[in-house]
């Protein structure tokens, strides 16, 4: 669907909307045009959604009937993928530290294909699943990404090496290596070097170990989008070929039809695109002690400090924006009436302050957001808001959860 | 009951906890405690519970019980408070930034007292609830609160002034005055200043104005502990004292079956020491090239970096730690098969990094723990764990909800 169509549709339910309750308008006809896009320039890698970026269940759905597998954080996770009738070589337990009663459920539900990072979970997974299929997970040196993942997760080549060596002993089934570069990398070459990286490991483990790896998981990382400048597509593109160039150099096997699979975790390269973001201003305040001059810089006339109360906050959908992960930039506004797509300094603009609606001052946007002067009615538009945004959601002060209406 | 009986019976709960799933221990006999000591210190100050702080449904029958009143931030609590047949003149909507379903949802169950603080409020409510029971919100220069509302809510005396103004050309009923120090306030003349200042607003809305305020609102700031030094009981006093005698010499007629009511918004105050939090080690990672002594400090022994991966987090129940509001500083640990009382620099102890469970790096207990070394397996207790935990909980990464055992 168009840009224009998207807004007018947009601006028919804000009309409808008389409470002015938010809302997400989901459009799911993109995940086939998403999928479409991954098989033509990835099509020996197989993507496995990141469950935790967005778990609505018809989304989820959706992605089912396109045989894509799941990568999964929990048990509450792999219960989705296993309600779905996945197969199980299609679902990753790709959490490298893992609750008892998780691992049980994995067991008592036939997964087994899962990563570690240490030797506490070898001890634990021989214990629940002594016929797990290991998969070790590399820490990636990560320039370039958003946000990064290098400190929590994942071990260097010396201590993978130490750690195969204790799966060795206890006769673990140590299928391949993973690793994960961040959200929303915006430099491959990264996943050039961490490829060479699980070469090295391959190696390792063939020469040292015996061990006969079939498995690679590159992770998460890809956008389909570039949230710098989100009309380019190239991002994905030039991420898919260092891949390719980095596979044929280091893994010629895993061409199509080859001995070795190659996995993704994508999570924002499906979800984000998929939801745009509809919030009411609820309340404002013009502090009229600030009254005076400021600025006069780029179109953006500061005479006295706005603040905006919004029908979502950081406890609700928005947390994302405090992680850095997702820019809360506005891409519209519904004001006088109707819809306004907002032009990079096009507007006259204010620097304002917007709040979310609970009691705490933690519930805001960070920084300070540039708006035109609206009303208590008025509406704000993100766009690309499917990520992260109502996967995070608690109801904290009694506010419920937001509704979505679907595109046809 | 005592500290003693209560890590006895957080043993035998440990004990019998196989999968290591984390739980809060509840004691709802304190709420009567809690409740006895207010009435004693400060008879002339009805507790409206602060809901947001915690929702447990339990503990908010307990409350209702005594009859305490509730503070509400959103159609969601109100309905809470309702569904509790709390008469309604025990029930304030407190929220400045009230979204239009929920003033409806007020208008709809007989919710008339509210606050406010902008002049887009006022139109608002004049337009949903005309005969609204309006409340004044003044802002307070807060010096001594762990947790900041000054920038969000609140207005200076000259803006209220002019919203009053408002108020009376639209024939709204403003009935008093209301603030709010902040979370955790160590500073009790914040509240002397601020009812002088309620003062100032008294008058001028009697004189100027001819309203005949009957109520004011001292919000939040009180703790039933004083977290800096938990064994010390006298901050709740100290400032009792201070609003006592502020009330005595601007607000006479605060006197116990005097003309004006005197509502408060403990949230903290009864929620905090009511429960005690229990987490179980999932994992743990030693990086070895880190391997070196880093300092011998007053029992810190730093010679490697260990970082412990526990079953609750940033997105589930320690949220609160993040915000400053509540320290994570362990009270207990359970290893090497029994309870463990941590006591100031008795043990050796290390400097870890403690994360959340799940996937993402934000999920981290803030700086680095100090912790004796533990193994996977092993348990983390945390007192005072009550207010601000359990109610901003998500279900991110298909995590659940913690369950709570009760004690009796």
Known sequence: M??????????????????GESFFLGDLSQIQQLYNQWMEILPQVEPFYAIESNPNPQLLDHLSRLNIGFCC???GELALATDLETPREKILYSNTCKGVSHLKYARD??????????????????????????IIRLSVEEFGSTYSLKEKFGVTLKDAK?????????????????????SNC????????????????????????????????????????????????????????????????????????????????PGHYFSETLFTLAVNIISKKVLSHDLQVISIDENILQVEKIMYYIN?????????????????????????GKIHILHDSLELVYK??????????IDRLPGEIELPNLQVGDWIVFENFGAYTMSGASNFSGFSTTKIHWMN
Chains 1, 2 share one sequence.
């Open 162 to 182: 130490k750690l195969l060596q204790v799966c060795k002993n206890l006769a673990m089934n140590v299928i391949g290596v993973s690793f994960n570069v961040g």
């Open 109 to 134: 539900n036939g997964i087994r294909m899962m990563t570690f990072d240490n030797e506490s979970e070898i001890f634990k997974i021989k214990q629940i699943i002594p016929d797990a299929e290991m």
């Open 352 to 361: 304002s302050i917007v709040w979310g609606p609970s009691y705490s001052e």
């Open 186 to 265: 915006r430099n491959p070459d990264v996943f050039y070097d961490a490829l060479r990286n699980c070469k090295s490991i391959f190696v390792y483990a063939r020469d040292e170990l015996d061990f006969n790896f079939s498995v690679i998981d590159i992770g998460g990382g890809f956008s389909s989008i570039d949230r710098e400048s989100p009309t380019s597509p190239l991002l994905f593109e030039a991420t898919a070929n260092t891949i390719k160039d980095a596979l044929d150099e280091f893994f010629p096997e895993a061409s199509i039809g080859g001995s070795l699979r190659v996995l993704a975790a």
């Open 73 to 75: 954080a929990s048990a």
């Open 312 to 336: 979502e906050g950081f406890y609700s959908v928005l947390r994302c924006c405090k992680s850095g992960l997702i820019k809360c930039k506005p891409s519209a506004i519904y004001t006088d």
């Open 2 to 19: 168009s840009t224009l169509s998207k807004y007018n549709l947009i601006e028919n339910l804000i009309e409808q909307e008389e409470d």
